[in-house]
């Protein structure tokens, strides 16, 4: 049922989320349903499911930006939404919104609390090698500096409050929704086109996670005994595979083509600068160049063991979705 705040007047609920109309939280309603949790998700939209009057999900539709106000009480506070492109509102949504949100949680009785973080926080670059959660932490942009800044207030304002919390750290969200664009769209164009190639000789690493790993790790913090513990969520591949599997998705042979590093750099420089001289995007860019250079590679393994949790999809049903799913709509 569809509610505003004055309908919620009072109410308790088990579970409180943010972010319900962006890509993760589309998902995570629904899956929050099936369990039968009494739900409420706020959110700047108020998006429709499909037989959300059955599941029981509430919405109650307000800016973490603004002075928060919210006449309704939880057990345990999933927080997802976050300010991912306008770096003026980063501050604003990322960090106090999170603080606002802190507060009325330790007024209100909110027993847990789940934080949607980022890899983004630790700052690697491409040569990082293994990436541990807990490590040292070294932001190099606004929205991570604004995540990293998030994080410090959840560990502080929940152990000065009593409150249980678990933060999670995804690394690139793969899914398909209105709101989400065609992801790898681009690269599994390029394989099945024969247009790959690669750019060094060296093991290069891709790091994704499916949306719906994000959901069901969301599930399994928010029900879990063990708390005041931080995880990254990834499913790593080395890129090789990762290709080469989507050439079998494709049925085409897998690419076998290499340009010369220096070459592709150079590239890449070149087609970032004409595209933004132009204002239109490229085929080839500086950031796609370091994504085939890729060194780095997120541990996600933390979290099966500590929490019991296995990834449900993992990259190869991800991909097998996607290739499927861009088939269907004509895109390949």
Not at 20 to 41: K, N
Not at 81 to 94: F, G, H, P, Y
Not at 324 to 331: A, D, E, I, P, S
Request: charged fraction near 15%; proline fraction near 6%; include cysteine.
């Amino acid at each position: 049922m569809n509610t505003s705040v004055s309908s919620t007047q009072n109410a308790q609920f088990d579970l409180f989320v943010t972010g319900g109309s962006g890509l993760v939280g589309q998902a995570l309603m629904p899956r929050l349903g099936q369990e039968r949790f009494l739900t409420v998700s706020l959110g700047c939209h108020m998006p429709s499911h499909p037989g959300q009057n059955k599941l029981g999900l509430n919405w109650v539709t307000c800016d973490l930006s603004k002075p928060l106000s919210l006449p309704l009480t939880a057990r345990v506070v999933v927080h997802v939404a976050a300010e991912k492109r306008d770096t003026s509102l980063m501050q604003a949504v990322n960090v106090e919104g999170t603080k606002r949100l802190l507060a009325w949680a330790a007024g209100s009785g909110v027993r847990r609390f789940v934080y949607l973080s980022s890899v983004g926080t630790y700052g690697a670059g491409q040569r990082a090698g293994v990436v541990q959660a807990g490590q040292a932490q070294v932001p190099r942009n606004p929205y991570e500096r604004s995540k990293k800044a998030a994080e410090d207030l959840v560990r502080d304002a929940c152990e000065r409050s009593g409150i249980q919390w678990i933060i999670l750290q995804p690394s690139n969200v793969v899914g398909v929704n209105p709101r989400s664009g065609n992801p790898l769209l681009g690269l599994i164009r390029a394989v099945k086109s024969g247009r790959f190639a690669y750019v060094t000789t060296a093991a290069s690493f891709v790091n994704y996670v499916a949306v719906e790993d994000v959901v069901e790790s969301l599930v399994r913090a928010a029900l879990a005994s063990m708390s005041n513990r931080t995880f990254i969520i990834n499913t790593p591949a080395p890129l090789k595979d990762f290709i080469e599997f989507i050439a079998g998705e494709l049925h085409v042979p897998p690419p076998r083509r290499r340009l010369p590093r220096l070459l592709a750099a150079g590239m890449g420089v070149t087609f970032s600068g004409f595209a933004s001289f132009v204002h239109r995007p490229m085929p080839f860019s500086i950031e796609k160049f370091r994504e085939l250079d890729n060194r780095t590679l997120y541990e996600g393994g933390g979290i099966q063991d500590a929490l019991n949790f296995s990834y449900p999809v993992g990259w190869r049903q991800m991909l097998h979705k996607l290739t499927n799913t861009y088939n269907r709509m004509g895109l390949l």
